[in-house]
C-alpha cells in the first residue's frame, strides 16, 4: 500500500512496455493495460510487480473495471499513463467515418475516459497523468487527418486537465514522439520515409523506446512537481525543422 503505483495503457509493447520496465526499475508497482490480451499476458508473467488488465479504454465499463481492479489490487494511484493509441494513415478523401472514429475512439476517448475515472485515486496521492500524443499534433503532415486530429485533441485536453486539476496537487503533462524505432512505426514507413527521416531530424536518426520513457518517467515522478500543463516534444529536434517530408508529400 506504501509502493507507488502507476497504471500504462498500451502497456504489451513499444512505448507503454519500455515505460513499465523503467517505472518497475525505479521501484514503481505497475497496472499493465492492453486489450491485445495474447500479447500483454506473456510480457506481464515475465514481470513482477505488474497486475495484467486487458481491456479496451474506449469502452467506460472497461475503463471503470480497469481503475476498481488497481485499487483492489494495490490501494493507490499515483500516476496514469494514458499511452494506448491506434493508427490509420491514408488520403483524407479514403478516410471513412468509421476510421475516423476508429481512432478518436483509442487515440481521444480513451484518454479522457481512464483520466476522468482515475482523477478522484490522483487526487488522493497528488499524483501524475502523462499523456503520449505525437508530433503529428504539432505539425500537420499529409495523410493523417484523423490520427494528428487525435493527437493535437490530447495535447488540448491535457491543458484542460492541468488547469482543472493543479488545486488539488495533480499535474497533467503530455509528451509528443517523433519517429520512434517501435513494431508500429516500422510498418507503415518505407526505406524512403526512412531516410526522409533521417534528412529532416537535427539529431539524424529515430529515437528508442527506452528514450521516451525516460521522459515520461520523469513527467510521472516527484522530480517534475513544478511541471504542468506541459508539452514536451521529445523527436530528436524534428519539430524545429521545416514543413513536411518529400516521401510523405508524395
Known amino acids: 500500500m506504501t509502493r507507488k503505483c502507476a497504471i500504462v495503457t498500451g502497456a504489451a509493447r513499444g512505448i507503454g512496455l519500455a515505460t513499465t520496465d523503467l517505472l518497475l526499475e525505479q521501484g514503481w508497482q505497475v497496472v499493465m493495460v492492453d486489450r491485445d490480451a495474447s500479447e500483454l499476458t506473456p510480457v506481464a508473467e515475465s514481470r513482477e510487480r505488474v497486475l495484467a488488465l486487458p481491456h479496451d479504454v474506449s469502452n467506460p465499463q472497461e475503463v471503470n473495471r480497469l481503475i476498481s481492479q488497481t485499487l483492489d489490487w494495490s490501494g493507490?494511484?499515483?500516476?496514469?499513463?494514458?499511452?494506448?493509441?491506434?493508427?490509420?494513415?491514408?488520403?483524407?478523401?479514403?478516410?471513412?467515418?468509421?476510421?475516423?472514429?476508429?481512432v478518436m475512439e483509442t487515440n481521444l476517448d480513451g484518454v479522457?475516459?481512464?483520466?476522468?475515472?482515475?482523477?478522484?485515486?490522483?487526487?488522493?496521492?497528488?499524483?501524475?497523468?502523462?499523456n503520449i500524443a505525437s508530433i503529428s499534433g504539432l505539425r500537420a503532415s499529409t495523410l493523417r487527418v484523423a490520427y494528428g486530429t487525435s493527437k493535437a485533441a490530447v495535447i488540448h485536453l491535457t491543458k484542460q486537465y492541468a488547469a482543472e486539476l493543479g488545486e488539488f496537487g495533480v499535474r497533467a503533462n503530455c509528451v509528443c514522439p517523433g519517429p520512434v524505432r517501435t513494431k508500429l512505426a516500422m510498418a507503415v514507413h518505407t526505406q524512403d520515409i526512412i531516410d526522409a527521416y533521417h534528412d529532416a531530424i537535427p539529431l539524424n536518426r529515430y529515437g528508442s523506446e527506452r528514450e521516451l520513457a525516460e521522459v515520461i518517467c520523469f513527467l510521472a515522478s516527484e522530480?517534475?512537481?513544478?511541471?504542468?500543463?506541459?508539452?514536451?516534444?521529445?523527436?530528436?529536434?524534428?519539430?524545429?525543422?521545416g514543413v513536411g517530408l518529400p516521401a510523405l508529400r508524395g
Open 76 to 102: 493507490r494511484i499515483d500516476a496514469l499513463v494514458n499511452n494506448a493509441g491506434v493508427a490509420e494513415f491514408g488520403p483524407i478523401a479514403d478516410c471513412t467515418f468509421d476510421m475516423w472514429r476508429r
Open 223 to 241: 522530480k517534475a512537481s513544478y511541471v504542468t500543463g506541459q508539452v514536451v516534444a521529445a523527436d530528436g529536434g524534428f519539430d524545429s525543422t
Open 112 to 130: 479522457f475516459l481512464c483520466s476522468q475515472a482515475a482523477a478522484d485515486a490522483l487526487k488522493e496521492t497528488r499524483g501524475a497523468i502523462v
